[in-house]
Nanobody, 123 residues
């Protein structure tokens, strides 16, 4: 069982930056990979990035955010971060943290989900 809590969302201007956090808790939390997904109004949920808590794993990014977003982890705190730079209005969405056994782009591969945090980028 893994519990996930996202934080750090808010309102920023076009071109601004924001850092999201996701804290994973539970007895087996440290064995899970964490992924970020987002869902904009009227659109399907889409993959953003994923990272494993295992040593040597490499983060994967959606093409739409590559070069602008960076994910990192703090294993001691079971926390993953999403640093978002050069934000654009089309980044506006609810951002969700998810936990799965292995890093994946596929929603179905994740077993646990947070409640989401709203990111709004003004034009």
């Amino acid at each position: 069982q893994v519990q996930l809590v996202e934080s750090g969302g808010g309102l920023v201007q076009d071109g601004g930056s924001l850092r999201l956090s996701c804290v994973a808790s539970g007895r087996t939390a440290s064995t899970y990979a964490l992924g970020w997904f987002r869902q904009a109004p009227g659109k399907d949920r889409e993959f953003v990035t994923t990272i494993s808590f295992l040593d040597g794993d490499t983060a994967d990014y959606a093409d739409s955010v590559k070069g602008r977003f960076t994910t990192s982890r703090d294993n001691a705190k079971n926390t993953v971060y999403l640093q978002m730079n050069n934000l654009r209005p089309d980044d506006t969405a609810v951002y969700y943290c998810a936990a799965g056994r292995l890093p994946s782009k596929k929603i179905a591969r994740y077993d646990y989900w947070g409640q989401g945090t709203q990111v709004t980028v003004s034009s």
